[in-house]
């Protein structure tokens, strides 16, 4: 978008808003030539790495609750595969 160096001095803060919020810059002319240009301060700082995932997760079901699952080594499921070893001697 282009304005006149009269016309932004008349709307200078209504201006400055609009760019603002549309994130497109303006130039500024003086006698049809660009002599400026108001474009919007992009932030610069990186976002921090803690945190940026707030809110994204969902929880289904009862995480207090849970049914036992016996582990292997209960169930002897996974026997035959130590069956060939022998614990090491303490010295």
């Keep these: 978008m282009n304005v006149n160096a009269a ?3 008349a709307k200078c803060l209504k201006l400055i808003d609009e760019v603002a919020a549309t ?4 130039v500024i002319t003086k006698r049809g030539k660009p002599m400026a240009r108001l474009v919007p301060i992009e932030d610069e700082t990186p ?6 995932m707030k809110n994204t997760g ?4 009862d995480i207090v609750d ?3 699952e016996p582990l292997a080594a ?3 499921e996974e026997d035959g595969f130590y069956a060939g ?3 090491k001697k303490k010295n």
């Design 47 to 52: 976002p921090s790495l803690f945190g940026y």
């Design 74 to 76: 209960e169930s002897g």
């Design 66 to 68: 849970v049914p036992h």
């Design 58 to 61: 969902q929880i289904l079901g």
């Design 7 to 9: 016309a932004f001095k």
């Design 85 to 87: 070893f022998k614990p």
């Design 23 to 26: 994130h497109e810059p303006l």
